[in-house]
């Protein structure tokens, strides 16, 4: 079963930058697509962006448009999310998860990795 670890979090300033990577732990990887989550304190989890494996397409949510790339580096079974600009309403726990197919559901949640943004 593959499982998903994510790093890169921490504690950074407004307007400041921060990149997070998720890591699959499989010999052979390719799913339909990946995707980050996000769950701010006290809120649901909320998607934030998501590749296709193959293809490149990519999607976001209106929240980080301009803001964030997601990106993938296949050979290393990783999946990154450069976040520029953040703002304290970014502040959340960062999860990634995969799409096996593109008629299946998300899942293999991560344990996430959880990002601040001071004032």
């Known amino acids: 079963q593959v499982q998903l670890v994510e790093s890169g979090g921490g504690l950074v300033q407004n307007g400041g930058s921060l990149r997070v990577s998720c890591i699959a732990s499989?010999?052979?990887?390719?799913?339909?697509?990946v995707a980050w989550f996000r769950q701010p304190p006290g809120k649901e989890r909320e998607f934030v962006s998501a590749i296709k494996w193959n293809a490149d397409d990519t999607y976001y949510a209106d929240s980080v448009k301009g803001r964030f790339t997601i990106s993938i580096d296949s050979a290393k079974n990783t999946v990154y999310l450069q976040m520029n600009s953040l703002k304290p309403e970014d502040t959340a726990v960062y999860y990634c998860?995969?799409?096996?197919?593109?008629?299946?559901?998300?899942?293999?949640w991560g344990q996430g990795t959880q990002v601040t943004v001071s004032p």
């Open positions: 499989a010999r052979t990887f390719s799913p339909y697509a």
């Open positions: 998860a995969f799409q096996p197919s593109r008629a299946s559901n998300f899942g293999s």
